[in-house]
């Protein structure tokens, strides 16, 4: 009986370690299709540009698709990074409150985004984002004289690119510290640490970063912990500024509020 009960039990644990493996191979060779989500559609599409935009393909190892709004030469040129889910159209009641600034903009779509080809990766949307930077090097904006904006997975794109180059300024939007620890959230019952690929590890690299910062985050981020937000500010240096708002999910609200800080953090970039 004492052995016909252990060999119950052997063979549940087996069968419990064989689910879990499983599990854990799906998860690893999906991973991607879980961090990126260039199809969905959760962001307000129905809006209409209310400026002009010229469309631009940018050479990376695809061709990338651009928005490019001019304004004026003597304005800085704000060089925007997406969220790992939606197209550039998702963007369009940001860029219309972001055109009301005295600012030119670039917003890029990665690989695989905004029918692109290509499949979005860490190292391809590192790629994406210097060649959006050359870009307009090229165009005759030079490195001085651009903003850089990230957007949630936006935001590591940034820090990286940040890290490497000498901006005017770098805005961070629902930041997290390292895909590592945010998908220890998501995943406590997986060895993220082995198994993630594509890692984003911001907090290590915001160091490098000797120029003005903003980060804006919402406290009531139910994607990115708020904590995270605050933690990336903390470990810059001067100088910096801060817009957390109370009541703010991941997305923040576009408000006269958040312009306004937009606003003050541009006077202090030279």
Known sequence: MYKKISMIILNSIFVLVLIYLVVVLVIFFSQRKLMYHPYENNY???????HNIEKVYINSDFKI???????????????FFHGNAGNLQNRIYKLNDISKLDINYLIIAYRGFSGNKGKPNETGLYKDSESAKKWLNDYG?????????????GTAIAIDLASKHKFAGII????????????????PYLPVKILLKDRYDSINKIN????????????????VPFSMGKEIFENFSEPKLSYFKEGDDHMMDFDAELLENIQNFFKIIK
């Open 44 to 50: 307000l599409q129905e809006n209409q540009l209310n």
């Open 65 to 79: 698709l651009g928005w490019h709004h001019f304004k004026n030469k003597k304005f800085k040129t704000l060089l």
């Open 141 to 153: 904006v030079s490195d001085k004289d651009i903003i850089l904006y990230g957007e949630s997975l």
């Open 172 to 187: 961070l939007e629902s930041p997290f510290t390292s895909m590592v620890k945010l998908s220890k959230i998501y995943y």
């Open 208 to 223: 490098n970063i000797d120029f003005p910062k903003m980060v804006m985050h919402g406290d009531k981020d139910k994607i």
